[in-house]
């Protein structure tokens, strides 16, 4: 399989004596590509007839899609014309870079070959071992995110006592109680209850485990302890003798747990509304797994860029 050989030629550029320490040429040093380059080593995804480009450097592209949000059209439009994108990639200052399509068979790649998890994994495991030093807990939520289209057959209908129904996936996902960084990521449609596949998004060795009350009930305690954590789950109501401290005991536990649990939800806001995440790109729940895998990728990058950034500023 022949590929292409880029970023052959020295790059002339002004280097900023204080880059923003979220830039993507800050980010490249945060993790061992290398790693990530032998998981993708067996993509070939060139149209008939062309050399293909690296899947490392599409790979890179992907995020930059996510961090900017980008459609196929821009970002190849991006990739083409900015200094910051060329470098992220590897891509020379006057080498052609990817069209769109090279993208689309490059995300059938990755679906096929099921790399979207491995990937995952791999990135916040190298992350981890920089930003997590001692684990003293774990977020549990799921959000709903709209459907490309409400004929996709793989979503479903979530209904909301509070806000209107959603034709959508939902994203069930764990993160580090102090960090923020998002530990484990699971994809389902969007009917599926919170408390039974919130079992599958809980990392090994999860500690103390902060939930709403959306998972309380047996299913979701037992994964959680069988993990070796212990949950900490919002409750509702407790039985107790007129007069009694109950009542007080039981809005003193569900504000702690609430106080700690509510930092999940930035991380959801932060993935809608600066990650375009607020809507699937792409039909079906294969793809809208990659797609929610790249966003929490992209996301624990730059996190901990600045979770490292905090002691040299202090």
């Not at 590929?3 to 790059?11: A, D, L, W």
């Not at 961090?67 to 992220?88: G, I, M, N, P």
């Not at 001692?134 to 709903?144: C, E, F, H, M, R």
Request: proline letters at 4%.
């Amino acid at each position: 399989m022949a590929r292409r050989q880029i970023g052959q030629e020295v790059f002339t550029f002004v280097e900023d004596p204080t880059p923003h320490r979220c830039s993507p040429d800050r980010l490249l040093g945060l993790i061992d590509w290398s790693s990530l380059d032998r998981h993708l080593a067996g993509i070939y995804t060139a149209a008939k007839g062309e050399l293909a480009w690296p899947p490392l450097a599409l790979f890179r592209a992907l995020l930059l899609a996510v961090w900017y949000d980008l459609s196929d059209v821009k970002l190849a439009e991006a990739l083409e014309d900015r200094a910051s994108f060329r470098r992220f990639c590897g891509f020379a200052a006057h080498e052609p870079t990817p069209e769109r399509t090279a993208f689309v068979r490059f995300r059938r790649e990755l679906v096929r070959r099921g790399l979207d998890k491995i990937l995952f994994d791999e990135v916040t495991r190298q992350l981890k071992a920089q930003a997590v030093t001692i684990k003293k807990g774990t977020l549990v939520d799921a959000t709903v995110i709209s459907s490309a289209s409400t004929r996709d057959e793989e979503a479903a209908w979530a209904g909301h006592k509070h806000r209107r129904a959603i034709h959508g996936f939902k994203a069930h996902v764990a993160a580090d109680a102090v960090t923020a960084l998002v530990e484990e990521v699971t994809v389902t449609p969007g009917n599926v209850n919170d408390g039974r596949a919130g079992g599958e998004a809980l990392p090994e060795n999860p500690g103390d485990v902060y939930a709403d009350s959306a998972y309380r009930g047996t299913a979701f305690a037992s994964a959680v302890q069988s993990k070796g954590g212990c949950p900490r789950v919002v409750q509702t109501g407790v039985w107790s003798r007129p007069g009694g401290s109950a009542l007080r005991k039981l809005r003193a536990w569900n504000h702690h747990v609430h106080h700690v649990r509510c930092r999940i939800e930035k991380i959801f806001g932060t993935w809608k509304r600066s990650y375009g995440l607020r809507r699937m790109r792409w039909t079906g729940l294969a793809k809208a797994a990659l797609q929610v895998r790249l966003t929490a990728m992209a996301y624990n990058l730059k996190r901990t860029a600045v979770i490292l950034m905090i002691p040299q500023a202090a």
